[in-house]
């Protein structure tokens, strides 16, 4: 089983609606959860991190993490065209060094 | 963005030769990474510092070594490179403030073929 899970998608969805991505982990004792996302060709950027159970909001971004779940998910609101991109999920176990999931391709029709 | 340079940003070479690939920072972090992307796969660890000549193995490290002498340079080697090792290569960097860790954040890549 891998330590860290996500759809690969595409996940295709229109403009203007929300994108909902999901990660699942196996780690119970996971501390940090982060969402990059990844232009094709270039590096991942970092947009989102959350630490404790509930919803963090930034902008048209919400991230929303129940560890007695085990799972981290990402809401894009309003999605863009300019949202086309990969999306990783990655987790620190309390090593410091993160596991990524193999990410989730997100396509905006517009 | 991030103080992080990598180089060379592409390389090709054979099987069987050495090769160094090179991440330097100006944001004075003390933690540095190796990952490996290749499709499928997503990122992979390979090696991690966490100061000066401390390091330590990541998932993936079989077929490389680390140094770290500079706070601000992290050098991977391929001993022997083989066609396995064919993949993109990030280096990233992050800090503790304050007592908490603070996100990486990564450089822009080295895609090295080998052939």
């Known amino acids: 089983q891998k330590e860290v899970e996500q759809n690969s998608g595409p996940l295709s969805v229109p403009e203007g609606a929300i994108a909902s991505l999901n990660c699942t982990y196996s780690?119970?004792?996971?501390?940090?959860f982060f969402w990059y996302r990844q232009y094709s060709g270039k590096s991942p950027e970092l947009i989102m991190s959350?630490?404790?159970?509930g919803d963090k909001e930034d902008g048209r971004f919400t991230a929303q993490l129940n560890k007695a779940s085990q799972y981290v998910s990402l809401l894009i609101r309003d999605s863009q065209p300019s949202d086309s991109a990969t999306y990783l999920c990655?987790?620190?176990?309390?090593?410091?060094?993160?596991?990524f999931g193999s990410g989730t391709r997100l396509q905006v029709q517009p | 963005d991030a103080g992080i340079t990598q180089s060379p940003r592409h390389k090709v070479t054979e099987t069987g030769t050495p090769v160094t690939l090179r991440c330097h920072q100006t944001?004075?972090?003390?933690?540095m990474y190796w990952y490996r992307q290749d499709p499928g796969h997503g990122l992979r660890l390979i090696h991690y510092?966490?100061?000066?000549?401390?390091?330590d193995k990541g998932e993936v490290s079989d077929g490389y070594s680390v140094s770290r002498s500079k706070t601000e340079d992290f050098l991977l080697t391929l001993e022997s490179a083989t066609s396995s090792q064919t993949s993109v290569y990030f280096c990233?960097?992050?800090?503790?403030?304050?007592?908490?860790?603070?996100?990486?954040?990564f450089g822009d890549g080295t895609r090295l073929s080998i052939l």
């Open positions: 944001e004075n972090h003390r933690y």
């Open positions: 780690d119970r004792g996971s501390q940090s």
């Open positions: 510092s966490y100061g000066v000549k401390d390091t």
């Open positions: 990655a987790v620190d176990t309390g090593r410091r060094a993160l596991t």
């Open positions: 990233a960097i992050s800090e503790n403030r304050g007592g908490e860790d603070q996100p990486q954040h």
């Open positions: 959350i630490y404790s159970n």
